[in-house]
């Protein structure tokens, strides 16, 4: 059978600061010892002078270190300035009466570089010296024991100074770990929210309109209606699909794939469609990059353009690859061109190198053009460019269904 003792928390904030000071006053042992011999004369103020100097000493250290880094209050030097005159009177009245009173310097310079920072920590511990030197002379002792405790101050001086700014580095490396923990929280929701309306966005757009072809053509065409109900349950498993894939971060834009939902998505909505893929393949990372634009750029048509006609262009021109999306629609404010969407994409191809124009078209309507540098997208930048997307493929409408769901 095994016992422990587990100290609470905040009791444990407060003792072990304590417990972690306290070990480090075994040299005042000399002193109390000299006390506690008889040889130290007059002993009540000796005795009361060490007590409050190692309290005040603690408190001084402990409140040095105590929470994040910060410059000392003016209480705080205040109380550093009593607990070094009190040290010095007490090294200054009994170093004559019994051995070991001068490492008393020692401690006043440790909590002056615990206190202090910069310059003004190393003057201290020079003035701690220099005190130390100057009492020691005074009371004639032989430089082998004042060469000794000044190099103790010294070195003592320096640990400190050392664990304090240690002390300082790890509390910003946390505060750096933990805003670097935060902002990849934020890049992570952003990211995902922009998956999200990207792939719900063009989803829903499609269902609304296959719903509307199939409750224009229910009176007319029973055989013609269910099969778009057919496609629009297609469309909805892709989608719970695409939002599973979204989810686990593996999901990628396929651009051929794109390509052919955008072709179906604008003919079911009555729009005509014309699509030209000119130059050498797309690499794979901007293949997916593109298959975003496409997305985007065809969704915000069939909701907002009121158009009759779009031209999708894809061309490579040596290391440029361009994708133009061009409507004979409403014009500026046809693409919502400040969207959700839009924003998504401009970062998504900004972080590639690349950029994005949404304006209007030179005789009308309103245009997307995307550009990537192809020579430059890497890996780093699609990070969901792993796995095959499940893209809605649906089958060409016939002329009348194009027809009857045709934009007024």
């Keep these: 059978m095994t ?59 402990i409140q040095a270190f105590a929470g994040e880094p910060h410059a000392p ?11 070094a005159l009190l040290g010095t009177a007490l090294a200054t009245a009994y170093t004559d009466s019994a051995a070991g009173w001068l490492s008393v310097l020692l401690y006043i310079g440790a909590a002056g570089s615990a206190t202090l920072r910069g310059p003004a920590a190393f003057c201290w511990a020079l003035g701690s010296v220099a005190a130390l030197v100057v009492i020691g002379l005074a009371h004639h002792l032989d430089g082998g024991a004042i060469g000794a405790n000044a190099f103790n101050v010294l070195m003592s001086c320096g640990l400190v100074f050392a664990i304090k700014r240690m002390t300082e580095y790890i509390f910003q490396l946390r505060e750096t770990q933990a805003e670097l923990a935060r902002s990849a929280v934020e890049q992570e929701r952003l990211r995902f929210s922009r998956d999200l309306h990207d792939l719900l966005g063009h989803t829903l757009s499609l269902v609304v309109v296959k719903a509307e072809v199939v409750r ?16 629009i349950e297609t469309i909805g498993r892709n989608a719970l699909a695409e939002v599973r894939e979204a989810v686990t971060g593996y999901r990628s834009r396929r651009f051929a794939a794109e390509l052919e939902g955008a072709r179906t998505a604008l003919s079911d909505a009555g729009i ?36 009759r006609r779009c031209d999708i262009v894809v061309h490579r021109l040596d290391d440029l690859a361009t994708l133009e999306i061009r409507d004979d629609g409403a014009g500026p404010g046809a693409a919502a061109g ?22 209007p078209g030179a005789t009308g309507g309103f245009q997307v053009v995307a550009t990537l540098p192809t020579a430059t997208v890497t890996d780093a930048t699609v990070t969901d460019a792993t796995v095959t997307d499940a893209t809605v493929t649906d089958a060409t409408v016939s002329d009348a269904a194009r027809v009857v769901v045709a934009r007024t």
Aim: hydrophobic share 50%; net charge positive.
């Design 3 to 61: 016992c422990s003792l587990r100290i609470p928390g905040p009791i444990a904030r407060r003792v072990v600061p304590v417990v972690w000071v306290a070990v480090w006053l075994w040299p005042l042992l000399s002193p109390a010892a000299g006390i506690a011999s008889g040889e130290v004369h007059p002993v009540v103020p000796a005795i009361a002078g060490l007590g409050a100097f190692v309290v005040g000493y603690v408190a001084v250290v």
């Design 73 to 83: 209050s003016r209480a705080h030097l205040v109380q550093l300035v009593a607990v």
């Design 216 to 231: 224009r053509l229910v009176p007319r065409d029973p055989d013609a209606a269910a099969s778009q109900a057919a496609d």
């Design 272 to 307: 005509a469609v014309a699509i030209r893929e000119e130059g050498a393949p797309l690499p794979p990372e901007t293949d997916a990059l593109f298959g975003w634009a496409v997305r985007e750029g065809v969704t915000n048509v069939i909701r907002h353009s009121r158009a």
């Design 338 to 359: 400040s969207g959700n969407g839009l924003r998504g994409l401009s970062e998504r191809l900004t972080a590639a190198g690349g950029a994005l124009r949404a304006e």
